[in-house]
């Protein structure tokens, strides 16, 4: 019986009209491929587009910060020496005083 079901399975499928609408329904999944395929392509461009400019963004906040750093070390350097200067001055004059003393 169920052999015979097959056989008449087998037979529906090879008339004309089912076989119309195999290939009917085998162009429409590849048209969706085709459309999934070109979607995918989009999506993936556009969130490697949003990367890239994620990352450029990400860099130069990255460099304005590092630039920012570098001046205030550079600032405090000249304080530093500034006040290490007048530290000598002060030490030198103190000196000076207990010599002459």
Same mark, same amino acid.
């Given at each position: 019986? +169920?052999? *015979?079901?097959?056989? /008449?399975?087998? %037979?529906?499928? +090879? ?17 969706? +491929?085709?459309? =999934? ?5 989009? %999506? ?22 590092k630039l920012k750093l570098e001046q205030e ?7 530093? %020496?500034? %006040?290490?200067?007048?530290?000598? *001055? =002060?030490?030198?004059?103190?000196? /000076? ?5």
């Amino acid at each position: 019986s +169920n052999s *015979r079901l097959a056989t /008449h399975g087998i %037979e529906i499928l +090879n008339t004309p009209m089912a076989k119309a609408e195999l290939e009917k329904e085998i162009c429409e999944l590849k048209r969706g +491929n085709v459309e =999934l395929k070109e979607r995918l392509k989009r %999506e993936n461009f556009e969130l490697e587009q949003g990367f890239k400019k994620e990352t450029f963004e990400l860099e130069q906040e990255f460099e304005q910060q590092k630039l920012k750093l570098e001046q205030e070390f550079e600032q405090q350097k000249i304080e530093l %020496e500034e %006040e290490k200067v007048e530290l000598q *001055r =002060l030490l030198s004059a103190r000196e /000076h005083e207990r010599s002459g003393t």
